[in-house]
């Protein structure tokens, strides 16, 4: 297994640090997919006579560049931080040329005002229809697949951007347009340090509150979960996850107030609060199977909440597949995670977010490609619809043990909805979901580089640390074996004795003549020189 003082090392959030030198330019090649649906039958469908047929034309691809800019380290362990996005058009791999071809689309801002006075009262339904008839506007338009994606010129546009200039500040409606202005947000997210300073402030106030020693054990191993049982309102703090958006830790669009606020214990919810939800570049460590995240883009104009689905392998790296859950499209007032996107206790059908809010009050929704897991009459009242999981599904494939984005595909669907049954011009349209587009947000691969760091990481490393721990044991073994083997033959050196016997031989030859033989034997030696001999080395 990996040393984990080799990860934090290499891909900790610091000035400077490798993970922070990818993080602001991030090296992926993420590509946008647009798919169009063009209108068939035109004639036929404003007679009455047939549905609404739709042919999906596409794809139109962009790549999309990302950078965090004017980044800076916050005192209390925090990451504040401007994401800018570009998209360039990669003509080689799309269909055609947004420029040239053409299509047939509903007239949105025509539908779009014309619904949204449908919400307020009959006689400002009938007001408005009486103000557009005079501008003569088609209800399908033959426009452009460029100037439906980034805008076209359309006079209800060009009057609201006059007189309402504060609320509409451009001129061309287009979906892409639209979709990806995000301006400049100031976006701060929770980096390790502050999540375990908030951990240890949360875990000492429960201490503080005389509970068992099995809930403080259970408390300090299963924090994050725990913390969400505390509290209907607040989502579990985690790394890398936003901590306020715009100086906000929710979405004042969908009711969200400040914590001081004499109502914010009702209207604060899991729903609006987008603490605790991830902006999709990087996610925390060491993902179990039971994680559960969610994931925020402008565009989306909500959190979308994605699951563990299962696990594999991608170029033999550990992989996890997390899906988009069946309830991210879904808004019912029993959920506290779906009940602010009703309004007037009114929800939209299965399958359906509300993205009004953020496109200025025209009734747009947000959905998976063909409504696929949505209420099946959505798909089944158009034709030329077909739900089909792996092409319409949303996925992202991390690495497990870094949160690190291995691949991705985010699909969403943009679609108009429309009640008109006040205007007899625009009458076939009434009650109907129209799609309009549908975008796919893929990471196909990631760079050299990355893939270098996860081979070396997870490929490599593994091979060389048990390779390395071997030779270590190989050498500890040895160096022991030495140290017994001398500890050994020391201690047969201090018990010998030298015997010169061992090496000499006897000689034969008397060395000693007779008379002093004889004059030794009157001191008693010469029975100890009859006995032992002299010796001589033996030289031969």
Known sequence: MLPRSTISNKLSMYEGSY?????????????????VFNVTNPVAFMRGEERLRLQEIGPYVYQEFLEHRNSSFNPNGTLSFVPVRRQVFVPE???????????????????????AAYRM?????????????????????????HDLLW??????????????????????????????????????????????????????SIMNDDVSDALADRLHEEYYHDLVLRSKTEEPIRDYSIDVWNGSPGLA????????????DRRNTPCNTLQGSYDGTVFPRNISKTEVFKVYRKAFCRTLPIAFEREGEIDGIKAYWFSIQENAFESSMDDPYTSCYCKNNQCLPKGLGDLSPCWYNIPVAVSLPHFYKGDPTLSQAIDGLSPNKEKHDAVIIMQPQLGIPMKANIR???????????????????????????????????????ILLLNVLFGIAPYLQTGFVCLLALLGTSLLATAVLVLLCSSEATTFQYDPRKSIRYSTVNMIPYPLRKELEKFGEAEIIRR???LIENSA
């Open 253 to 264: 669009h969908w009711g969200y107030v400040a914590k001081d606020h004499w109502d914010a």
């Open 151 to 204: 805008g076209y010129d359309d006079p209800l546009v060009r009057i609201a951007s006059t007189l309402l200039p504060e609320l509409i500040h451009f001129q061309k409606l287009g979906i892409l347009d639209r979709m990806f202005d995000d301006g400049f947000d100031t976006v701060t997210i929770n980096l390790p340090e502050s999540v375990r300073n908030q951990q240890q402030e949360m875990e000492d």
């Open 121 to 145: 009262s009959t006689f400002a339904a009938f007001a408005v229809a009486a103000a557009l008839k005079p501008l003569g506007m088609a209800p399908i338009l033959n426009i452009t697949t």
């Open 412 to 450: 969403v669907q943009i679609s108009l909805l429309t009640n008109v049954s006040f205007n007899s011009e625009l009458r076939p349209f009434h009650n109907t979901v129209i799609p309009l587009i549908w975008a796919e947000m893929s990471l196909e691969k990631l760079t050299p580089e990355l």
């Open 532 to 534: 032992e001999p002299l």
């Open 19 to 35: 993970l922070n030198r990818l993080w602001k330019k991030p090296p992926l090649e993420v590509f946008i997919s647009i798919y």
């Open 93 to 115: 791999r799309s269909v055609g040329d947004p420029m040239e071809d053409r299509i047939m689309i509903p007239n949105i801002a025509l539908l779009g005002v014309s619904s």
